[in-house]
C-alpha cells in the first residue's frame, strides 16, 4: 500500500501562483509515476500533469504552458507549480499514484484550491 499526503493548497487571486505537494510513503517501491487529477463542484475528475520515476511528464489540455510537474525520487515527492492561475482552476486537487497498470491505484485525500477572480 502506499499513502499520499497533499499539501499547498489555498486561496489566490487569478494571475498568481501557487505550489501544491504530494508525499508519498509505505510501499513506494511500487510507484511507477505520480501525478494529480482535479475535480471541481459538479464536474468530473479531470486529469491535470503526471511524471513517471524517469522524468516524462504529460499535461492535461487545460493546464500546459501554465502548470509545471516536478518529482524528487528521493524524497517520492512530486510537486505542482501552478503559474497564472484562473477561475476554472478552482477545484480539489487529488495526487495519484499509478502502480505500474497505467492507471491510478492510489489517490491522496485532496487538497482545495481556490482562485478568486
Known amino acids: 500500500q502506499v499513502q499520499l499526503a497533499e499539501s499547498g493548497g489555498g486561496l489566490v487571486q487569478a494571475g498568481g501562483s501557487l505550489r501544491l505537494s504530494c508525499a508519498a510513503s509505505g510501499d513506494t517501491f511500487e510507484i511507477k509515476a505520480m501525478g494529480w487529477y482535479r475535480q471541481a463542484p459538479g464536474k468530473q475528475r479531470e486529469y491535470v500533469a503526471f511524471i513517471t520515476t524517469y522524468g516524462r511528464t504529460g499535461y492535461g489540455d487545460a493546464v500546459k504552458g501554465r502548470f509545471t510537474i516536478t518529482g524528487d525520487n528521493a524524497k517520492n515527492t512530486v510537486y505542482l507549480q501552478m503559474n497564472n492561475l484562473k477561475a476554472e482552476d478552482t477545484a480539489v486537487y487529488y495526487c495519484?499514484?499509478?502502480?505500474?497498470?497505467?492507471?491510478?491505484?492510489?489517490w491522496g485525500r485532496g487538497t482545495q484550491v481556490t482562485v478568486s477572480s
Open positions: 495519484a499514484v499509478d502502480a505500474g497498470g497505467e492507471h491510478v491505484d492510489y
